[in-house]
């Protein structure tokens, strides 16, 4: 009886240690999770030293550039009377967008270097022309009257006026005037035609604000990688590897701001509007304290970005985001394999396994900083499966598991890395891949006694 019972006890533990083992693959894949964390965050602290050194460099040169005009700017007079039926007199100002705009801009770039960082800055000559048909400020219910001409001026803004290497002087009709306009009556609000020329340094991004009624901006540069941008994209395009040019025509239609306005109404600022402000991944990288979204015309800006392609922060975090299906997926692997060869690693080695596969983020985040994020995510995976295959033969003892288990974690990096690819479409690789995975475990288990 005690030899019976002694059997079936062992059978018993024989058919249920698989499962417990199991659970304990499990939990240990869940586990995994806590480096990764710091993982994780190493990641954004690069990244956030890139943004540091991108500031410093960016303060000494210029930051990214919004240009905001001309816009006409004429005082007017508002005669009231309160409630003591006594008349009192303020002082506003009308604001006047011109009906034809149009900029051409050349963008010289520079790749500057703090430490292994790159920061691109560049250099752009741009050239402003336009005109005024009609001043329309009937349009605000002002009388000519109250116009105040003598103290009329004009107003160009730009996001940072340090990156400006030369004094800016706007030709009025044919008067050239640095700020005040000279206007003698009201004749001079008509046919008004202008042209400027800036020297302007920037960093990473060039923007434009439409503020004419109808707005044609073209920008060409020597850049190869632009990233295109804002409330409309431009066209047409032509990039290719000795530069890009582009164009962007823009109509006061579809703008959220009119030709015309009084005081505070809107804000002709050069602010780059939040929305603007994105990296690679398209996530916010900055806001500005001072951009009101409320009544800012640069919600409506447009332009291109410059940045350095090889920037691989944003796509190493999107790699961690896969980390537990990798590890899970490389687990349930191992766990078959050596089911089905009648083999038993320790769970210990199962963790140095998973460890083996953190390592690979950071050789990732690594390599990525010299390298780009492609080479380096072949550097990081070659090394990471041939580590783990090294391991495991020495484990197993068995050539065509081992052989197995690295065309599996192959199998792995490269589903993964095409999903990082394939941004629009990573939902549905995504669900196809794990319900093939899902299928092929099932098949294999098939075959295990339990």
């Known amino acids: 009886m005690e030899t019976t019972t002694g059997s079936t006890a062992g059978a018993i533990w024989q058919k249920s240690k698989w499962i417990i083992k199991g659970c304990i693959i499990g939990l240990l894949a869940i586990l995994m999770m806590i480096p990764m964390l710091y993982v994780k965050n190493l990641i954004l602290e690069r990244e956030q030293r890139q943004r540091e050194a991108t500031s410093e460099i960016s303060s000494k040169w210029a930051g990214a550039q919004n240009i905001a005009g001309p816009v006409l700017c004429i005082p007017f007079l508002e005669t009231k009377v309160d409630t003591a039926g006594k008349r009192i007199t303020t002082e506003h100002i009308a604001y006047f967008l011109p009906d034809i705009l149009n900029i051409n801009s050349s963008v010289n770039p520079t790749e500057k270097h703090r430490g292994i960082f790159k920061v691109m800055l560049y250099n752009t000559k741009i050239n402003i022309t336009g005109s005024f048909n009609k001043v329309q400020f009937e349009k605000l219910s002002i009388s000519a009257e109250a116009l105040l001409l003598n103290k009329a001026f004009v107003k160009l803004n730009l996001s940072d006026i340090q990156g400006l290497n030369d004094p800016v002087k706007l030709k009025w009709k044919d008067s050239v005037v640095s700020a005040p306009v000279q206007l003698n009556s009201i004749a001079d609000l008509e046919n008004i035609s202008f042209s400027t020329d800036i020297d302007l340094n920037g960093s990473e991004q060039l923007l434009f604000t439409p503020l004419g009624k109808s707005t044609t901006v073209t920008v060409n540069s020597s ?11 431009p066209q047409p395009t032509e990039v290719s ?87 899970l997926l490389t687990f349930a692997a191992f766990f078959l394999i050596e089911t089905v060869h009648k083999k038993s690693a320790h769970p ?52 065509k598991a081992t052989t197995v288990l690295s065309v599996v974690l192959v199998l792995i990096y490269s589903y993964i890395f095409s999903i990082l690819q394939l941004q629009d479409y990573a939902l549905l690789f995504g669900s196809i891949g794990l319900f093939l995975t899902l299928a092929v475990i099932m098949y294999f288990s098939r075959k295990i006694s339990w």
């Open 223 to 233: 850049w190869k990688d632009p990233s295109f941008n804002g409330s409309i994209l």
């Open 348 to 399: 210990f080695q199962y963790g140095l396994v998973g460890l083996a596969l953190i390592l690979f983020y950071t050789l990732l985040l690594s390599f990525s900083e010299y390298t780009g994020f492609n080479i380096a995510y072949l550097i990081s995976s070659t090394a990471t499966i041939g580590l783990i295959a090294w391991f495991v033969k020495g484990i197993l003892q068995s050539g």
């Open 241 to 327: 590897d000795s530069g890009f040019t582009a164009t962007w025509k823009s109509m006061a239609h579809a703008r959220s701001f009119p030709q015309q306005w009084e005081d505070d109404e809107f804000s002709v600022d050069a602010f780059v509007p939040p929305v603007l402000r994105r990296n690679e991944d398209y996530s916010v990288i900055g806001v500005s304290d001072s951009y009101n979204s409320q009544n800012s015309v640069s919600k409506s800006s447009f332009g291109v970005n410059l940045f350095i392609p090889v920037n691989g922060y944003q796509k190493t975090l999107r790699t961690v985001k896969y980390a537990l299906l990798c590890i």
